[in-house]
Nanobody, 124 residues
């Protein structure tokens, strides 16, 4: 029943800002971490940021200083705020949820669940 859905992707001018959303459901009884990735055409998927099981936020080099992750517990939604966008930021952005395995709770599988992605295009 775990479901992940990204939204908010759009075309934006270089130097602009954008806020992506990740709606999560079906994992409220588990400890989990949520990560953001992106993938440009013909390139491998690239890790951007994560909110881990302990609530700590970490960022990969391409996101450091420009991207910020946040969340709204009430709406079970996570956000990725991006600013100072560059052409190389163009790509499909994904949200991934991974539950920590719990033998007592069958919903906590330890697996990762991915959304369908949302397209971000940064124009010159």
């Amino acid at each position: 029943q775990v479901h992940v859905a990204e939204s908010g992707g759009v075309t934006v001018q270089a130097g602009g800002s954008l806020r992506l959303s990740c709606a999560v459901s079906g994992a409220t009884g588990c400890r989990y971490e949520v990560s953001w990735y992106r993938q440009a055409p013909g390139k491998e998927r690239e890790f951007l940021a994560v909110v881990d099981y302990d609530g700590m936020r970490r960022y990969n080099v391409p996101a450091q200083g420009r991207f910020t992750s946040s969340d709204d517990i009430t709406e079970n939604t996570l956000y990725l705020e991006m600013n100072s966008l560059k052409a190389e930021d163009t790509g499909m952005y994904y949200c991934s949820l991974r539950t920590r395995y719990d033998s007592v709770n069958p919903d906590c599988t330890g697996r990762s669940y991915w959304g369908q992605g949302t397209q971000v295009t940064v124009s010159s």
